[in-house]
């Protein structure tokens, strides 16, 4: 990505603005789902403690611990789309020696992917834990003649926003690997 020359060419001032418009978008969609979606997990992992509730059961727990996870993994993309924004302002930098090689931007934007890759999955593995435990609760041969009688068998909104709150998570994971694809196929056409 360095040249010899003072100021950086055109293409090299456009793949710049690309990397700051990518990075920031990416970054606030995240960051908003990401706070939305800590927020959601965080609210049903303290109500779910409550005494007679149904989501004490280990499906819910390995789903919740796995949106955790998910969001965890999202931190680490809510950075590397910072950093994007960083990489951007370097390559527009007068001087060539603060712009940074295209071998190491080329790695930033592998550690991107792989990180969006690997929260999409884990987020992924831990919607279809609560999924299947909601459906399971929802299904089972005692649910239509208990749920009259025993409030801890129907379903209840709390459980579908943390159904919503994985989704968010996807979708922050997913921004994430959008502007780093998008920003490997800028910069290889160089």
Same mark, same amino acid.
């Given at each position: 990505m360095s !040249?010899? $020359?003072?100021? @950086?060419?055109? *293409?090299?001032?456009?793949?710049?603005?690309?990397?700051?418009?990518?990075?920031?978008i990416s970054f606030w969609i995240q960051l908003v789902?990401?706070?939305?979606?800590?927020?959601?997990?965080?609210?049903?992992?303290?109500?779910? !403690?409550? $005494?007679?509730? @149904?989501?004490? *059961?280990p499906g819910t727990g390995l789903g919740v611990f796995l949106a955790i996870c998910g969001l965890v993994v999202l931190g680490a993309g809510i950075?590397?789309?910072?950093?994007?924004t960083r990489i951007g302002k370097q390559l527009d930098s007068s001087n060539p020696t603060n712009r940074p090689r295209k071998l190491e931007t080329l790695q930033v934007l592998r550690l991107g992917l792989w990180v969006n890759l690997a929260g999409i999955l884990v987020t992924l593995l831990g919607a279809q834990a609560i999924v299947g435990t909601l459906v399971a609760r929802s299904i089972s041969p005692q649910a239509v003649t208990t749920q009259l009688f025993d409030p801890t068998r129907i379903i209840s909104g709390l459980d579908m926003l943390v159904v919503q709150a994985n989704t968010n998570t996807v979708s922050a994971h997913f921004s994430g690997l959008v502007a780093s694809l998008f920003l490997l196929n800028r910069i290889t056409k160089l």
């Open positions: !040249q010899n $020359s003072e100021t @950086p060419s055109s *293409n090299l001032r456009v793949i710049a603005q690309n990397f700051r418009l990518a990075g920031w789902l990401g706070v939305i979606s800590g927020i959601i997990v965080l609210l049903f992992a303290i109500f779910s !403690q409550r $005494s007679g509730s @149904p989501n004490n *059961n950075y590397l789309a910072y950093r994007y």
